[in-house]
Each structure stands twice: as C-alpha cells, then as structure tokens.
C-alpha cells in the first residue's frame, strides 16, 4: 500500500472508469470529471417510449479481457452480467441477394463454407485455430503491455512468425488461404470493428474471426450498458469519487508536472497525478494550453489516419421482423471502393455496406411487447460536413437499400421511432477528433508506435483510452486501463 496520492481522471468513459477502479482499488484517491451527464463515453445509451437502445457498442468479444478486469477488482465478470451466447452469431446479405447466416458451433458452418469454396472449410477451421494460437501468444505480452520491442524476443513468437508473420497484411493473408469472395468478406469485415480498411489491417487481427467463430459473441441481459453500471457499482464501493456535468476545460501544469485541472465554472481542482480519457487530440490540443507541454504537434495530427465516423440511425419498429438476427450486415459488391469512400474524408459513400443490431431478437425486455428495435449503423468517413438535406436523402437511400435486401416492405409504415446519431454529434458528445467513432486506426505503424499511455513532455500525466496502446474497441480499452495502472504504479513505487 502506498502513501495516499490523489488523482485527477478526465472522462468517464470505459478506459476512465475501469482505469478509477484498479487505482483505487491501490488505495488511491481517486476523483473522475464527466462532461456529460452520464458515465460511459461511447458505451451510451437512451430509453424513449418503453424502447431502451445502447448507441454504441453492440458486440461483446474478447470476454477474457473483460474477466481478467474484473478479476483484478475480485469479482467475476460471468458471474456480475447476465451473459447470453449468441447463436446464429451474425447473417450477412450480400448485395447479389444472398444471404448467409453463421452459427457459433463451429462444424454447423461446414456446409455454408463448402457451398461457397470447395475444400473451404478445412482450411477455415485451421485458420481460426491458427488465431487461437496467435491471440494467446501476443495476449500476455503486448495486449496487457505497453508495445516494448524486447518483446518480440520470444522463442515462440519467433517459431510462429518465421511460420505465419502476424504482422503482414490481412487482406492479402485472407486471400492467400481463400479465393471465394463472400468467404473472403466474411473474415474480413471484423477488421472495421478496429477501424481499418484490410487492405491495411494486420493478420493478427484476424484473431478476432477467433472469437466470433470460436470462443463466443455475447450479450449481457439488459444491454450493453450493464457493463457500465456494474464497473460504477465497484468504483462506488471502492470510494471512487465520480461527477457528471463537469466539463474539464484545462490541465494545470507548473514547471512540467500536471497539477491538477479546471473545471468549465472556473474551479480549481490540484492533484498529484491527471489521468485523461478524453479523445487524445482534445487532451493535448484544447485541455494543454502550453504548447511546449504537448507529446503530439500539428504535424502528428495531420498525418495520422483516423477510423470511420459513422451513421446511426435508431428505429423503434412497430411489429417483429422475421428476416434478421441479432447481428446482420449488408455487404455491397464494390467493397473496395467502399472502403475508400469512408476513409476519403470528401463524400458519403454511394453504395454503402451497413450493420442492423436486433437485440430485441435476443432481449425482449428492451422493447415494448410484440415490437422490434432496429440500430442501424453505416460507416461514413470522418470530417465530413454533413447537411440536413444530405442526411434525409442518405437516410432515404438506406431505407431503400434495407426494403429490397431484406425484404422488408414499407419500412417507414412500421417506424413509430426514430433518431439519428451522426458525425457532427460525436464531435459536440465526446469531443472526438473530425467525427471519429473510434480513433486511430489499427495500419501496422499506428499499431507498433501508437501513442504511449504516459505524456513524453509532462512527469505526471497519463492516458488510457482508444487513442493509446493498445488500441481500438471495449476490451482494448479496458487493457488501456490495465497498461496505465501498471504504470503508474511503476511511476509511484520508483519515486
Ligand atoms: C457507434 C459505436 C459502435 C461501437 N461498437 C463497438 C462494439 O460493438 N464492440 C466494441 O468492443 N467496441 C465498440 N465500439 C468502440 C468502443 O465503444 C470504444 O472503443 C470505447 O468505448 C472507447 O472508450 P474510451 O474510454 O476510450 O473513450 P470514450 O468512451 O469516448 O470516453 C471518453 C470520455 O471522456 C469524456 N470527455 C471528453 N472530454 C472531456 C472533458 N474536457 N472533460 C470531461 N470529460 C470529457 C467524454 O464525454 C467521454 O465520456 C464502438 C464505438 C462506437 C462509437
């Protein structure tokens, strides 16, 4: 036990949140600001007319990150959320009108692979054991780890990249393994659930094919806020001191140490370390005033290549819908072009691909009876300036997409709600940098040099969140927490 420092966290998003627990849990002193006026970040949500919607993330993957978290606060992740296994896992539509439905017991999908590709399946059940082998390998080292390159003097890492290179590019490892294009869709799409475009992602991060196909995709009972609300729950009992409505508007930093913050009302808030989980261009751009005490100039954030923004739309429906599972997606043909139209920062794409989340499939109690809630998320590129004319007609243009390919009629005859969440409202939420959803994407040098979770330019100031190691989505976010408590933990013991 150390002597009771105090710290200053920014931002109740996961990677602030879990991050309070573990310090906390240290026996330090911990007080978190949330500008808005709940906690969660991006895990959001919002109920009308007996409809509850999480408005952001829908899959729950990497469950043993999420376990190894709670465990380090002594409790049981299984055991805290009502999990439910999904099965079907997902059910694509490809845009010829086929459409595919996956099922998480793996040998179901032997026929689906077989029909597509001949001698397919074999080789997809070696892949996904080949994830399996990778992810647990890296897991340890590089996940819960700030990236060292020391790391990679490991016999075994040695042995499997000298057999299959986790770092080359996964589109091109796809396609050597798989020649049938909906095969090769299918184990590429999850390199968007990191931001990417796969001509950019790595192979190794086809270890989440892994998860989906194998381990499992959940769904805690309830909604995916849950996870929020428990993660409050133990920084209430561990004394954690959390705000809402308390917008940090500047870090305080004297002679090179973060002092503590200001608030919007002007109050001044010392501490002996500041922990931010704002978007890290807010943090070092807006909150450090002093530009000699940014890590990150103008010219870091001109070149860094950031990941889609996105279209959301929430529909309360007012019947049930046969067509669709929980998670669907619909996959147009001209996926490269696809791609380059939501990363080209100019126009909204003119063919998208888009993702439709029924949880009402899976949890009747977020929906009135007899009824069904559709969310609706296409990914569009960031900085874009979007018009309400623009948005009608795009919103028109999916509806139209969604009536013929999934063969649902008069789609606008069964809304009885709707809302939208788009780019400009990620900016005004969470201060996101050009509308991102996510942060930096995952390419092989924004992976291997990402920002650090500690400042290059002030002692005691930190980060954890999407924009530093290690990275994009719910369970990389909680490992940021993990790798910022190790530091400063490391930071403190050492003084
Ligand atoms: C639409 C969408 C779908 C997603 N789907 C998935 C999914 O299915 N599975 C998955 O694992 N991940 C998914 N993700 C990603 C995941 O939600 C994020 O990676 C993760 O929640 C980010 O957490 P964070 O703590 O880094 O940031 P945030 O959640 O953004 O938290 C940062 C917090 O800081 C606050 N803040 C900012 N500035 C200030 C300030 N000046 N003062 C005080 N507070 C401030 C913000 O309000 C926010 O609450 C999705 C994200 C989005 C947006």
Known sequence: MMSRKLAIIIGGGLGGLSLASLLAKEGLDVYLFEKNNHLGGRINFFQEKGYFFDMGPSWLLMDDIFDYFFKLVNKNFYEELDLIKLDPIFKIFFEDGESITFYSDISKNEEIFEKLEKNSFKKFVKYINLMEEMYFLIRDKFIFNEINFRNFFDLDLIKLMAKNN??????????????????????????????????????????????LFKRGVYYPKGGIYKIVEKIVD?????????????????????????????????????????????????????????????????????????????????????????????????????????????????????????YISVASKTDDMIVPKGKEQFFILVPISA????????????????????????????????????????????????????????GPIHNIYQTLFRPKNKSKKVNNLYYVGSYVQPGIGMPMVIASAIITYKRILKDLTKK
């Open 166 to 211: 986790p770092f080359k590019n996964l589109d091109s490892g796809i396609k050597k393994i798989f020649n049938n294009e909906k095969i090769i869709k299918t184990l590429e799409f999850s390199s968007l659930f990191l931001g990417t475009d796969p001509k950019e992602s790595l192979f190794i991060f086809g270890l989440i094919n892994y998860f």
């Open 383 to 438: 900085g874009l300036k979007i018009t309400e004319n623009d948005k009608y007609l795009f919103r028109d243009k999916i509806y139209k997409k969604i009536e013929e390919k999934f063969n649902i009629s008069k789609l606008e005859s069964l809304i009885e709600l709707e809302k939208f969440f788009i780019l400009d409202d990620f900016i005004s939420l969470y201060n996101s940098f050009q509308g991102t959803a996510l």
């Open 234 to 354: 133990i920084n209430n009992n561990l004394g954690v001191n959390m705000y809402t409505n308390k917008n940090v508007k500047e870090i305080i930093i004297e002679n090179g140490r973060a002092n503590g913050v200001i608030l919007d009302d002007g109050e001044y808030l010392r501490s002996d370390l500041v922990i931010s989980n704002a978007d890290l261009y807010h943090t070092e751009m807006k909150l450090i005033t002093n530009k000699k005490y940014r890590s990150y100039n103008d010219q870091f954030w001109k070149k860094i290549k950031i990941a889609p923004s996105a279209f959301i739309i929430y529909l309360g429906l007012n019947e049930k819908i046969d067509n669709l599972v929980h998670h669907n997606f619909y996959f147009c043909d001209d996926w490269n072009l696809n791609f380059k139209e939501i990363f080209n920062h100019n126009n909204l794409p003119t063919n998208p691909s888009f």
